[in-house]
């Protein structure tokens, strides 16, 4: 019998989730259907609880409900804990449990497919929003020599940091949030965009000078060529977009549903060629 999954979000439109899972289930023989759930902004609980009650098995959830769904699951698994953030929702067994695996697919897509090491780095991440929120412990545990959190509202960068600085099971020692115009004298080995600037042809106002010799310039917004991605490449900073990101989240998701770990390499080479 086919297993019921949907990515959950507004917009959702864009989601390329639903081609990936597909594609992970015929590599991996899995009998899944999955498909966009776009829930209104003010229905994300009964959307979720609808598709629950007709059988759905699991749910990715994309912006802006990530911290809704942290809320809305009974149990949080992983790094979804001290997130505060939930991108992946498992109904087995009558459960409600929450993961977080943007952080999971986005270091694995920085170390490993782009070859990028981020221990002893300087990391600035832009935004702080839901998916910042699941990036912050997974880049923390690679032992970066700094991380600063930017953001257009400087407040929720600092309420980010607020939240991680109380959490008793992990420390976060040097952790700095500021604003844009607060940069302008400092230089980054990685710079990873966790805004949502690009999708509107946006971008942060960044200094010039953001990017140290050889640094990674990474926008977590994938299949565009964002006005960061081509200020960064301006500056001589290698770029991703956040495709191979997807992937690995994905695959992660797929693992905590199905047991089974699929092949991104296959996934990445299709979707950055149809960019
Ligand atoms: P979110 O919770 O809605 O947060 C949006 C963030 O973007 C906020 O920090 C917001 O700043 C900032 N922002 C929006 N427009 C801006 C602009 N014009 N200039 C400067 N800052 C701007 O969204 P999210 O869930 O964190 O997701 C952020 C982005 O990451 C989305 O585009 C999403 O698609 C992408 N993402 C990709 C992956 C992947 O696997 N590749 C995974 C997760 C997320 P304020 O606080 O000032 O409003």
Same mark, same amino acid.
């Given at each position: 019998m086919t297993d019921h999954y949907a990515v959950v979000g507004n !917009?959702? +439109? $864009?989601?390329m989730s639903p081609a990936i899972h597909a594609e992970f289930a015929r590599q991996t023989g899995q009998d899944i259907d999955y498909m966009r759930l776009l829930a209104p902004l003010d229905g994300f609980a009964a959307c979720i609880a609808d598709f629950r009650a007709r059988g759905g098995k699991g749910v990715n959830v994309t912006l802006p409900f990530k911290h809704e769904a942290w809320n809305f699951v009974t149990a949080h698994a992983g790094y979804a804990l001290n997130a505060g953030a939930v991108n992946t929702i498992d109904f087995r067994d009558g459960k409600i449990i929450g993961y977080n695996t943007d952080g999971i697919g986005l270091v694995r897509d920085i170390k490993?497919? %782009?070859?990028? +090491?981020?221990?002893?780095k300087r990391v600035l991440l832009l935004g702080a929003g839901g998916a910042t929120y699941g990036v912050m412990e997974p880049l923390l545990r690679e032992h970066p020599e700094q991380l600063v959190v930017a953001n257009r509202t400087v407040q929720k960068a600092v309420a980010l940091v607020g939240h991680f600085e109380k959490l008793q099971n992990f420390s976060i020692n040097g952790v700095l949030a500021t604003p844009y $115009?607060? %940069?302008?004298q400092s230089k980054f080995d990685i710079v990873i965009n +966790?805004? @949502? +600037?690009g999708l509107n042809d946006e971008m942060p @106002? %960044? !200094? @010039? =000078?953001?990017?140290? !010799? =050889?640094a990674l310039a990474y926008d977590m917004v994938y299949g565009k060529h964002t006005p960061f991605i081509k200020f960064a490449a301006e500056y001589g900073a290698k770029i991703s977009d956040g495709t191979g990101m997807l992937s690995e989240q994905a695959a992660e998701s797929f693992f905590v549903w199905r047991g089974v770990r699929p092949d991104t390499a296959p996934v990445i080479a299709l979707l950055k060629r149809e960019a």
């Open positions: !917009p959702v +439109a $864009h989601s490993e497919n %782009l070859q990028c +090491a981020i221990q002893d $115009h607060e %940069l302008r +966790a805004t @949502s +600037a @106002s %960044l !200094p @010039s =000078g953001i990017f140290a !010799p =050889g």
